[in-house]
Nanobody, 124 residues
Framework: QVQLVESGGGLVQTGGSLRLSCAAS????????MGWFRQAPGKEREFVAH????????YYTDSVKGRFTTSTDNAKNTVYLQMNSLKPEDTAVYYC?????????????????WGQGTQVTVSS
């Protein structure tokens, strides 16, 4: 059974930093890429970042480029999202997800397994 468990969310002031973790189990994750999405109240789930398990290929949505960095620890089957220079508009529930072998990297439809989400709140 595939399981993704996020942690690391919380409340931070504008300009602060958080590191999210996503621990994966139940799959040979070295064969799959991973994504990060977020969903703010009343809004659709939006793409944040994508990374191959080798860590060699990453993509970011424009609004987080230069501030967020995703990485992997293959030995721990864990993916990270380091978030710096946080802004109030980054406030959302953040999810990690495991990539399908088809579908858009930037669409939730391109992912088949999801974590439970972790709340990130940035105060102004």
């Amino acid at each position: 059974q595939v399981q993704l468990v996020e942690s690391g969310g919380g409340l931070v002031q504008t300009g602060g930093s958080l590191r999210l973790s996503c621990a994966a189990s139940g799959r040979t994750f070295s064969s799959y890429a991973m994504g990060w999405f977020r969903q703010a109240p009343g809004k659709e789930r939006e793409f944040v970042a994508h990374i191959s398990w080798s860590g060699g290929v990453t993509y970011y949505t424009d609004s987080v480029k230069g501030r967020f960095t995703t990485s992997t620890d293959n030995a721990k089957n864990t993916v990270y999202l380091q978030m710096n220079s946080l802004k109030p508009e980054d406030t959302a529930v953040y999810y990690c997800a495991s990539r399908r072998t088809y579908g858009s990297i930037r669409s939730p439809d391109g992912y088949d397994y999801w974590g439970q989400g972790t709340q990130v709140t940035v105060s102004s």
